[in-house]
């Protein structure tokens, strides 16, 4: 079947998360979450020097940094927890025609680092992009971000190699970029080793 971008509108529900698109009401919320120097220190938005203390400096940023325009764009929020928002993550960089795409932009607020949020959402993500005839889904991370690679590590997904000096950080170094993927012959592994992470992360319950 031919690869098709999914409705951006339409909510995803795992066990633990729920996706939906992520709209400027959700920007408080975000920033509750994710507004804080350990996040960006990890590499998410350019590095530490793109922290913002302050929420309308962080809200301009965030404004400027999530592809709005051209990716699903999705806030995650703990089901059991009144729906409460506790990150970002983006389904993006659509090539309808190599049928690929991207998995990416993605900050958890500290507090669910560990639990089984990021293997949900990533289990949302991956089995949408598959279910719309994409072949190859690409992940990656800073090469300075090893929280980031461990945690595309532990998905299951190839490693392909580290492109150099690709973008500059916020602090004007220059970026290295480890690059990984999944594609369909892979999936069915990857999403067996998803679902039992995540059968293990149910036991203990996400606030």
Sequence with gaps: MPATRPDPAAPLDGALVRLRALTEADLPALFDAVGHPEVFAGGWGGGAAAYREDYAAWADFARGYLPWATGNVYAVSV???ADAVVGTTTLGDFDLRNEATHIGWTA???????????????????STAFAHGFERVRLQADVLNTRSR?????LGAHPEGV???????????WRDTAVYSVLREEWPRVEAGLRARLDAARATPVR
């Design 150 to 154: 461990a945690a595309i590590e532990r």
């Design 79 to 81: 089901r059991e927890a």
């Design 108 to 126: 958890y607020a500290p507090r669910v680092w560990g639990t089984g949020v990021n293997a949900d959402a990533k289990l949302l993500l991956l």
């Design 163 to 173: 492109l150099r000096h690709v973008q500059r950080r916020a602090d004007g170094s």
